[in-house]
């Protein structure tokens, strides 16, 4: 059984950072890929980054470039996103996610790639 907790979430003022983990544990976790997907208030869930199996590469949503990096430890079976220079438009909960297939060649943006969930975890941007 998959499980993945989340944590790191909070109240935070524009500016400031961020870092949210997941640990995940019920597979092998350097197997897979891992994503952080949010949702905000009445929007639909949406791709925020993800990382392949082996931490080779990753990919982020535009609205996040070059301000958010996610990562992972594989010995800890912990991935992380660290939020930099966050906005009131980052507000939203969190959610963590792991790939269904081992060792997928690229990283899927695809929110039904990832049948695993977190129970997410919420962050707040606002003065």
């Known amino acids: 059984q998959v499980q993945l907790v989340e944590s790191g979430g909070g109240l935070v003022q524009p500016g400031d950072s961020l870092r949210l983990s997941c640990t995940a544990s019920?597979?092998?976790?350097?197997?897979?890929?891992m994503g952080w997907f949010r949702q905000a208030t009445g929007k639909e869930r949406e791709f925020v980054a993800g990382i392949k199996w082996n931490g080779e590469s990753t990919s982020y949503a535009e609205s996040v470039k070059g301000r958010f990096s996610i990562s992972r430890d594989n010995a800890k079976n912990t991935v992380y996103l660290q939020m930099n220079s966050l906005k009131p438009e980052d507000t939203a909960v969190y959610y963590c996610?792991?790939?269904?297939?081992?060792?997928?060649?690229?990283?899927?943006?695809?929110?039904?790639?990832?049948?695993?969930w977190g129970q997410g975890t919420q962050v707040t941007v606002s003065s």
């Open positions: 019920g597979r092998t976790f350097e197997n897979y890929a």
């Open positions: 996610a792991q790939d269904r297939q081992i060792r997928r060649s690229v990283v899927s943006d695809y929110r039904p790639a990832y049948p695993y």
